[in-house]
């Protein structure tokens, strides 16, 4: 960046004034560019993926097993039965390793069931609200509303509390405090397109309700979709940590992140890595999450695209 | 301006109403028997039905709804099944230390965000720029309360600066602060850098620049005061984050606030202080939101509520 000429360093900002004949002439590579722009930032979240789905077939964990004689090892420790701990061991001798490569799964699983429900859920609620519109719509987005009034996390807390530990019930509460956000996006998506001139034409050529919704309006959503269900699996993986973390996420056999971190608390001065390690873990995800969701986002929706 | 304010507060009570019911629904109507919960399991079935009674739960869901609705309206949320003292009363002594806790997080969040914001939209494209992206990702991705584990094993357990609980002077309040803020800091610094490149595009800025004005009063009296409708909404919106976040904050940290109220009260199954905290909380964000959309006309005299 420092080689070029000072006079380049300026191009960026006389870029950002685009004519709307040069924005049309240069909308046609576009499709073609999505995918150099967002596939290679997309690397990172499958060698997570498929660390969370093979990694726990490589690196074996016995949650019960208990040796006390390899508690609190600092990683890079060749252990008796001459195992070696990458990330060092745990309170009770289990490999931390082993333990986030569990949590790999587990996080990966829940946001995307969270994703998935709240991303259906709150999309059809949308669409119906929005072209249905009348009472039906005021129902949905005053409930919207109210939820909105809630900090997310409060009220995940609030039902897992009531639901107990478990990870049907982590997706469940994640799924109900996420929805909104697909909701308000899909019902915006459909109040645009249901007025846009092809949806008359297939109205006045006796196309049903029903058509419309899935032939016309449904296509409409699916690049918002991508770029908030992205946005809403970071928050998903953190919001689930977060959870477990407070003792109200998974139960305590499954090793998520959060309960991970949750254990080497009361460790931080004799084993800083049970809980720094998990975390780091946690930040990359999520972190390749942002970066990803940023990308698509710039290459689905230009209006929105972040100025580099 | 006065109907304005009236159709907002309107509208605040309404959601308010929403939420208090909301909150009835999760902890009186999803499966399982709260009089259960808290008796225990050992607990015989008299004492079960005793509590039962005790707590109005033997009465129809409809009764018990408007009884709640009415003992809201008093400020009366019953007494905590533990901490013999009301759930308001509770609440009301650590309400303090959370506010305390956010305010300062958005103090930090704005002394931070506004000057890699700014520097960053100044040199767009140089290093600093994508340093300052770079942190903005990293506050938006780092959980909280990893984040405050690490600020504790490096600042309290390591370098031995700052005390790792409690609450106390200025310096036990440095560390919850910036964990609470660092999030705060991504979303900020990230406005501001856009928001800064498309003031600096506009025409007036330019006139300012052309007529001879110095580049700091161009900067502080044209570019940044526009800058400040996009930061305090954006503030407001956060406020649900920052609220939330301090509940998992205060957690980590130890700090006496409602929070941290609310997190022991879930493990001790204290319905009445459960109650009272998510009310208190949501009823903050609900009021900020208020006051955000009222404090536009202030900022901006070209916005008037008819």
Redesign the interface.
């Known amino acids: 960046?420092?080689s070029q000429p000072p006079g380049v360093?300026s191009s960026?900002?006389a870029a950002?004034?685009v004519s709307p004949v040069a924005a049309a002439q240069r909308r046609a590579p576009r499709a073609r560019g999505i995918g150099r722009q967002v596939v290679p930032w997309a690397v990172p979240l499958v060698v997570y993926a498929l660390i969370a789905l093979i990694g726990p077939f490589v690196i074996s964990y016995d949650p019960v097993t208990v040796k006390t004689s390899q508690r609190l090892k600092p990683p890079g420790t060749t252990l008796a039965d001459g195992a070696y701990a990458w990330l060092g061991t745990d309170q009770v001798g289990r490999d931390v390793l082993a333990q986030v490569v569990r949590g790999a799964r587990v996080s990966l699983v829940i946001g995307l069931c969270a994703v998935l429900v709240a991303g259906i859920i709150g999309t059809v609620l949308g669409i119906v609200a929005g072209y249905f519109s009348g009472a039906l719509d005021t129902v949905i987005m005053?409930?919207a509303?109210?939820?909105?009034?809630?900090?997310?996390?409060?009220?995940a807390?609030?039902?897992a509390?009531?639901?107990?530990p478990s990870i049907g019930n982590v997706i469940i509460t994640l799924a109900f405090t996420r929805w909104v956000v697909f909701a308000r996006v899909a019902r915006a998506a459909t109040l645009t397109t249901k007025e846009r001139e092809f949806v008359t034409a297939s109205r006045a050529t006796g196309a049903t309700d029903g058509r419309i919704l899935v032939r016309h309006i449904t296509p409409s959503i699916v690049a918002p979709f991508l770029v908030i269900a992205t946005v809403e699996m970071?928050l998903v993986i953190?919001a689930e940590?977060?959870l477990s973390?407070?003792?109200?996420g998974t139960s305590a056999s499954l090793p998520s992140w959060?309960l991970v971190?949750a254990n080497?608390?009361d460790y931080?001065?004799t084993a800083?890595w049970i809980?720094?390690m998990p975390?780091i873990a946690?930040?990359l995800v999520?972190?390749g999450v942002?970066?990803f969701g940023?990308r698509l986002r710039d290459a689905l929706d230009p209006r929105l695209a972040?100025?580099? | 301006m006065g109907a304005y304010i009236l159709r907002r507060l309107l509208y605040a009570i309404?959601?308010?109403w929403?939420?208090l019911?909301?909150?009835f629904v999760?902890?009186r109507v999803?499966p399982?028997d709260p009089a259960q919960l808290i008796a225990g399991s050992q607990a015989t079935a008299q004492d079960v039905q005793a509590l039962r009674v005790r707590l109005g739960l033997d009465q129809p869901l409809p009764v018990q709804y408007i009884r709640y609705l009415g003992q809201v309206a008093r400020l009366d949320l019953g007494e905590s099944l533990r901490l013999n003292q009301s759930a308001i009363g509770a609440v009301g002594e650590r309400v303090g230390a959370t506010a305390i806790l956010a305010l300062t997080a958005i103090v930090i969040g704005m002394l931070l965000s506004f000057p890699l914001g700014i520097v960053a939209a100044l040199r767009?494209?140089?290093?600093v720029d994508?340093m300052v992206s770079v942190l903005s990702?990293?506050g938006?991705?780092?959980?909280?309360?990893?984040l405050g584990?690490?600020f504790?094993?490096i600042f309290a357990?390591q370098l031995r600066w700052l005390p790792s609980a409690g609450i106390g002077g200025i310096n036990h309040l440095v560390l919850p602060a910036c964990t609470l803020a660092l999030p705060l800091v991504g979303i900020l610094t990230?406005l501001i850098r856009?928001g800064m490149?498309d003031v600096l595009?506009e025409e007036y800025i330019r006139t300012a620049q052309a007529k001879g004005l110095a580049h700091r009063t161009v900067l502080v009296r044209h570019a940044l005061r526009n800058m400040l409708i996009p930061v305090v909404t954006v503030i407001g919106l956060q406020t649900?984050?920052?609220?939330?976040?301090a509940?998992?904050v205060e957690?980590v940290f130890g700090w006496p606030g409602v929070g941290r109220l609310?997190?022991t009260a879930?493990?001790n199954r204290d319905y009445p202080i459960?109650q009272a905290g998510?009310l208190c909380?949501?009823a903050s964000?609900?009021l900020i939101n208020l006051l955000v959309d009222i404090s536009y006309s202030y900022l901006d005299p070209r916005i008037r509520y008819a």
Do not use: C, E
Not at chain 2, 140 to 146: D, E, G, I, L, T
């Open positions: 960046m420092n360093v960026p900002v950002d004034v005053r409930l509303d109210i939820q909105l009034a809630f900090p997310s996390i409060l009220l807390i609030l039902i509390a009531v639901l107990g970071g953190i940590a977060s973390f407070l003792g109200l959060g971190i080497g608390r931080l001065n800083w809980s720094t975390g946690l930040s999520v972190l942002g970066v940023d972040y100025k580099r | 309404f959601v308010l929403g939420a019911t909301v909150v999760v902890v999803v399982g767009r494209g140089s290093a994508s990702l990293l938006q991705s780092v959980p909280n309360f990893w584990l690490m504790i094993l357990r990230r856009t490149l595009n649900g984050q920052l609220l939330g976040g509940v998992i957690t609310l997190v879930i493990s459960i998510v909380i949501t964000f609900i």
